[in-house]
């Protein structure tokens, strides 16, 4: 009992740095740990495994450990990653920014930018524009708040082509929202409801037509954003922690790629 009681608190020193040992459940803000996987004091960036069935995307890489993380992008031409985080002391979201390679975290006075959510494939030569809209409104009331909605507004999204009529893309019934549109204008990847309270990436084939699940964790993955050549996919998620109030960033390379 002893040597168990030391250990743990070994555990706890080496992380007090970054958090303390438990989350704070009074401000519903993970404080979390210097990390969840096999080895207590392995740092970030850290490579893990994709879960069974997410075939399409590799080299998964976990990118924060602790706090709120959501809306990454790519920026200065995919060297950095920009996103809003809310992580202790601070009791509001902060916007910040830092390197591919986790290094180099500051806080930035300017607003992240949106994913992609627009494109005109060269094959196509006709513009495509995703969005999320009120289910049910044929893509008349835009949507633009945190998805999931906390108070469980159904979402859907849709997509218009050339100024075209909105063409819903997510399952029917389906809550689902913040859509990105590949590069090459021939996919759209969104979080929609898996379950109850479960909610994961899913990618919609716009030449097919065809919907797939890709992520297969429990709890939430969601904001997916690409890189300005499609190889690169960022995403927020709830797996490989403990802590049910984590949203970590995880970066991977994207598999679905149209060669020229």
């Given at each position: 009992m002893i040597r168990k009681r030391f250990f743990i608190f070994v555990v706890c020193l080496l992380a007090m740095s970054l958090a303390s040992c438990t989350g704070n459940p009074g401000t519903g803000v993970s404080n979390g740990t210097a990390t969840r996987g096999k080895n207590p004091i392995e740092p970030l960036p850290r490579l893990i495994d994709?879960?069974?069935?997410?075939?399409?995307?590799?080299?998964?890489?976990?990118?924060?450990?602790?706090?709120?993380?959501?809306?990454?992008?790519?920026?200065?031409n995919g060297r950095k990653v920009g996103f809003t985080s809310l992580r202790p002391p601070n009791t509001k979201?902060?916007?910040?920014?830092?390197?591919?390679?986790?290094?180099?975290?500051?806080?930035?006075?300017?607003?992240?930018?949106?994913?992609?959510?627009?494109?005109?494939?060269?094959?196509?030569?006709?513009?495509i524009r995703c969005f999320t809209a009120i289910a049910g409104t044929s893509g008349q009331e835009l949507y633009s708040g945190v998805f999931?909605?906390?108070?469980?507004?159904?979402?859907?999204?849709?997509?218009?082509?050339?100024?075209?009529?909105?063409?819903?893309?997510?399952?029917?019934?389906?809550?689902?929202?913040?859509?990105?549109?590949?590069?090459?204008?021939?996919?759209?990847v969104y979080s929609g409801e898996s379950g109850e309270g479960e909610y994961d990436l899913f990618v919609h084939d716009l030449e097919f037509g065809t919907n797939e699940k890709i992520t297969t964790t429990s709890g939430f993955d969601g904001?997916?954003?690409?890189?300005?050549?499609?190889?690169?996919?960022?995403?927020?998620?709830?797996?490989?922690d403990k802590d049910p109030e984590e949203y970590n960033l995880f970066v991977a390379d994207w598999l679905l790629i149209q060669e020229e």
């Open positions: 994709n879960s069974p069935g997410e075939n399409h995307f590799d080299t998964l890489i976990q990118l924060t450990d602790g706090g709120v993380n959501r809306g990454p992008v790519f920026q200065d979201f902060q916007n910040y920014a830092m390197f591919v390679d986790a290094s180099g975290l500051e806080l930035v006075s300017e607003e992240t930018a949106k994913p992609v959510r627009d494109a005109t494939p060269a094959q196509l030569g006709k513009e999931p909605h906390p108070i469980g507004e159904v979402t859907e999204v849709l997509i218009s082509i050339d100024g075209g009529e909105p063409k819903v893309v997510s399952s029917e019934g389906q809550k689902a929202g913040e859509p990105t549109l590949t590069p090459d204008g021939r996919y759209v904001d997916p954003a690409f890189s300005k050549d499609g190889r690169r996919l960022l995403f927020v998620s709830q797996r490989n």
